[in-house]
C-alpha cells in the first residue's frame, strides 16, 4: 500500500479530541487505514519525528507527559510510522523555509517530510501550509 499523506501535529490534536463527529469519525478512519496497513507490513500514514517534540511541548501542556507518552505508543502502535529528520528532510526543510515568510521549522520538516514520502499530500488545516507551493492539504472540520 502506497502512502497516503503525512500527518501534521493537528491532526493528533483532532484525533484526540475532535471538534466534531464528522472530524471523530474521519480521523478514526484515518488511524484504522493505518491499523490495516500495518497487518501487511506496509504504512498508510505517517508522521515526522518533530510531532513527537510538538506533541509534548503542546498536548502535554493539556494533559501531561505521561498521557502524551502513552498516546505516542498508541500511535506507533497503530502503524502510523513516525519518519527520523535525516539530512535529506534538513535541507529540504531549510530550503523551504529560506523561501518562505513565517514557515515555522517544525512545519517546514513536517513539509519536507511529506515531499519526500508521501507525495506532497498533508492530512492539515495550518494555514503556514498554504506559503508552500505543491503542498497538498487534506482536512475535515
Known sequence: MAIKATLDTRFFFAFYS???RKQEDWCKTVV????KSKKSASHAYLASCITIAELYE?????VGRDVVR???ASIKNSGIEFIPVD???SELA?????NSGE???SDAIIAATSRLFS??????????FNELKNIKLTWID
Open 87 to 89: 539530512e535529506e528532510i
Open 58 to 62: 503542546n498536548m502535554g501542556r493539556l
Open 18 to 20: 475532535p471538534s466534531s
Open 94 to 98: 531549510g530550503d523551504l523555509k529560506l
Open 103 to 105: 514557515l515555522p521549522m
Open 70 to 72: 502513552l498516546r505516542i
Open 32 to 35: 484504522l487505514e493505518s491499523e
Open 119 to 128: 507525495g506532497s499530500r498533508v492530512l492539515s488545516d495550518d494555514p503556514h
